[in-house]
């Protein structure tokens, strides 16, 4: 009997010939994925949909793909649980820490100047569109007399009462103008308050000053403070060798630096001490100070990153760990905060939207919630990648807590001091 022939063999290599054999466009080798594994060419070019293109975008620069939604979820709830698989080698599954730092830091901080409130600078605006008033303390502060004060409330006040009776039609105007009528009553008030808190202390300092003749003759009976009374609004000095510093006769001068750099070292003191007066006189100048320092503190947290890792370098010496594994945890570590900043932001700005009732209060209880967690979070995190015993882990998370507190603190007065000369 003759032997039947085997037809699933002699099927497999029709199916093997029906695939598609594509070859790279660059140096003709066959291809095995989405890239050529001979010259590294990818199949993807920039000629095709414009959508793909942007997801690809994302995908370089964020990692904004389905990893983002298994990588928040043990970032918020599960300390060091995308550390330990990252050392465990699953790491194609989760969005890489320098990127998952990256990408929410910065939406963080986006968070937190919409959700810093601007201190004040309220706009009414009618539904048409027109500017009413800017509600604002700072229209009273070049008013220097009660007198002043009142003129401009009034004239302030007068116009808010114009405007709506033009427009006693326009649905909820009434209300936003009383509300911001209101403000400005308060604001004039604080003014007149200050004023006269000012009139009193001056008259208080002339009588003080006020001394016999007798004293007069006497210049060891006389001291500094009771021979003339200070300026309320003295500018900020900087004392620099026999005396205080100044741009013209007494300045800053490095010899080893040429020329060019005392004069720029001396023009950032000028700024420095101009914006300084500016800030205790001007509130929309503090609010800008505060916009300088919201911009600048991503960049100081990418200043800290290593000096934390080095940190629990030192802390865990005897672990024998790489640097970059502790670069590991602290880019995680701070991932995580970012996160918890953001959330933050997100739920001021919730409460200020919803209003007083039982949402604004459950929303209150979650923030109080998420800024107790952040530090259990931190310690819980440290537990479990290091594996030592809570005697130890709670020592050295103090220690390290404090050390790097401290190097915070310079970094924000840095950043401070950078911000005074930038702004």
Known sequence: MSATPDLPAAAAPTAQIDAPRRNCENCGAELKGEHCYACGQPTKGLVRHFGSILGDFADTVFNIDGRIFRTLGPLLVLPGFLTLEYFAGRRVRYVSPV?????????????SRLSVDPDGDDMVKSDSGDQTSLVNSDDFASASSVEEVESLRDRLLADFDRRIKENPDVPGLASGLGAARTAIEQAADLRIRRLQAANEADTAAASTATVSPAET???????????????????????????????????????????????????????????????????????????????????????????????????????????????????????????????????????????????????????????????????????????????????????????????????????????????
């Open 99 to 111: 990127r998952l730092f990256v990408f929410i830091c910065l939406m963080a901080f986006l968070a």
């Open 217 to 423: 003759e006497d210049p060891a009976a006389s001291t500094p403070a009771a021979s003339e009374p200070a300026p309320r609004r003295e500018r900020p000095q900087i004392s620099f060798g026999d005396g205080a510093w100044d741009a013209q006769t007494n300045p800053v001068k490095v010899d080893w630096l040429p020329d060019a750099a005392n004069a720029r070292i001396n023009l950032w003191l000028q700024r420095a001490i101009d914006n300084l007066t500016l800030l205790r006189d001007e509130r929309s100048h503090r609010q800008r100070l505060g916009d300088y320092v919201l911009d600048l503190l991503p960049q100081t947290l990418f200043v800290m990153l290593p000096l934390f890792a080095l940190l629990l370098k030192l802390a865990y010496l005897l672990k024998r760990r790489l640097y970059m594994e502790h670069l590991i945890v602290a880019l995680h570590s701070h991932a995580f905060l970012s996160l918890a900043v953001l959330l933050l932001a997100l739920l001021t700005l919730a409460r200020s939207a919803v209003g007083a009732g039982p949402v604004h209060s459950a929303l209150g209880a979650l923030e109080i919630a998420l800024i107790v967690w952040m530090p259990l979070y931190l310690l819980i995190m440290q537990k479990r990648v290091y594996r030592q015993g809570w005697i130890m882990t709670v020592l050295k998370y103090s220690l390290i807590g404090t050390a790097y507190t401290l190097l915070i603190s310079l970094a924000v007065t840095a950043t401070l001091m950078v911000s005074l000369v930038a702004m």
